[in-house]
């Protein structure tokens, strides 16, 4: 099973620029914007390299970490380059797209601990790319969610970074229990018990460390301290009850929180046949991304 589950997940590596295409129908706003620009960040495993795309005429524009999705087996930042793009024009702040590693290459914790170093390393170093280090805010969709949400608990803990705002969208945030507690209100779910063993059965693989607060965020001991979170989850998603359940946690510790359930929807909550509804999801978390990086 193991060996299995490992050539699954890299062959799903290799062809994920072929095969994830949900953005090809997203590109809203930004498609006039440059190339972004190939940079690397030290961490604690190595060069990690980030894609960072910059609004043009703005002088030392604020910072958002964005953390693609992918099941922790796909490494391909740029499924959600319609994305990046989109924020930046839309809010006029920089986006950092990381390009974690991912199972079968590594195992959990590397990836977690990559976006929380570039986060610190981007808190301090920041300026000598032309940013602003004291307006960062980190986000990331489904697997990207978890480790936005492990780096805020690692920033918090280490005294490392302080982001002015965590954006959790259909985030995975209890890889601990059983894959058939995870119900969702749709015959055939986007993400089901096949997929949920897959990502533990590669990328978590110690199954005795699948409870930590930095794998599964729902499960921290404590959650206050944390930066106010923007949390959207999904009406149809499996993953919804974890998500819905950190945001409640995250406002009984009298953490600023924003919650929206989009209704109607599975995991892929931006719909690319709707752009009306694709487009309100995505200038919400824009804004919010826009107002919590204004200011000094």
Same mark, same amino acid.
């Given at each position: 099973?193991?060996?299995?589950?490992?050539?699954?997940?890299?062959?799903?590596?290799?062809?994920?620029?072929?095969?994830?295409?949900?953005?090809?129908?997203?590109?809203?706003?930004?498609?006039?914007?440059?190339?972004?620009?190939?940079?690397?960040?030290?961490?604690?495993?190595?060069?990690?390299?980030?894609?960072?795309?910059?609004?043009?005429?703005?002088?030392?524009?604020?910072?958002?970490?964005?953390?693609?999705?992918?099941?922790?087996?796909?490494?391909?930042?740029?499924?959600?380059?319609?994305?990046?793009?989109?924020?930046?024009?839309?809010?006029?702040?920089?986006?950092?797209?990381?390009?974690?590693?991912?199972?079968?290459?590594?195992?959990?914790?590397?990836?977690?601990?990559?976006?929380?170093?570039?986060?610190?390393?981007?808190?301090?170093?920041?300026?000598?790319?032309?940013?602003?280090?004291?307006?960062?805010?980190?986000?990331?969709?489904?697997?990207?969610?978890?480790?936005?949400?492990?780096?805020? @608990?690692?920033?918090? =803990? %280490?005294?490392? &970074?302080?982001?002015?705002?965590? +954006?959790? *969208?259909?985030?995975?945030?209890?890889?601990?229990?059983?894959?058939?507690?995870?119900?969702?209100?749709?015959?055939?779910?986007?993400?089901?018990?096949?997929?949920?063993?897959?990502?533990?059965?590669?990328?978590?693989?110690?199954?005795?460390?699948?409870?930590?607060?930095?794998?599964?965020?729902?499960?921290?001991?404590?959650?206050?301290?944390?930066?106010?979170?923007?949390?959207?989850?999904?009406?149809?998603?499996?993953?919804?009850?974890?998500?819905?359940?950190?945001?409640?946690?995250?406002?009984?510790?009298?953490?600023?929180?924003?919650?929206?359930?989009?209704?109607?929807?599975?995991?892929?909550? @931006?719909?690319?046949? =709707? %752009?009306?509804? &694709?487009?309100?999801?995505?200038? +919400?978390? *824009?804004?919010?991304?826009?107002?919590?990086?204004?200011?000094?």
């Amino acid at each position: 099973m193991a060996v299995l589950a490992d050539m699954y997940a890299g062959l799903s590596g290799l062809t994920a620029r072929w095969t994830v295409r949900y953005g090809e129908q997203l590109r809203l706003a930004g498609s006039d914007l440059p190339t972004p620009e190939s940079l690397r960040v030290p961490t604690r495993h190595g060069r990690v390299k980030v894609d960072l795309y910059r609004p043009p005429a703005v002088d030392r524009p604020p910072v958002h970490v964005h953390l693609h999705g992918g099941a922790f087996i796909m490494r391909f930042p740029q499924m959600d380059d319609f994305f990046c793009r989109f924020v930046v024009a839309e809010a006029q702040v920089a986006v950092v797209n990381v390009d974690y590693l991912a199972a079968p290459r590594v195992r959990y914790p590397v990836a977690q601990e990559q976006a929380h170093d570039v986060l610190a390393w981007l808190t301090t170093h920041a300026g000598e790319w032309g940013l602003d280090p004291d307006r960062i805010s980190i986000g990331g969709f489904s697997g990207g969610g978890n480790l936005a949400a492990s780096a805020c @608990l690692q920033a918090r =803990d %280490h005294h490392t &970074a302080t982001p002015r705002l965590q +954006l959790l *969208a259909v985030p995975s945030l209890d890889v601990s229990g059983d894959v058939r507690g995870k119900p969702s209100t749709t015959a055939n779910p986007m993400i089901g018990p096949p997929l949920l063993r897959l990502v533990r059965a590669t990328y978590f693989k110690d199954s005795s460390r699948r409870a930590e607060p930095y794998a599964s965020p729902l499960l921290a001991v404590a959650v206050d301290g944390l930066p106010p979170a923007l949390v959207i989850t999904a009406e149809y998603d499996s993953l919804r009850t974890e998500g819905d359940a950190f945001a409640a946690r995250l406002m009984a510790a009298a953490v600023s929180v924003e919650h929206h359930v989009v209704p109607r929807r599975d995991h892929y909550f @931006l719909d690319g046949s =709707d %752009h009306t509804q &694709a487009r309100h999801w995505m200038s +919400l978390m *824009a804004d919010r991304i826009q107002v919590a990086l204004a200011g000094e």
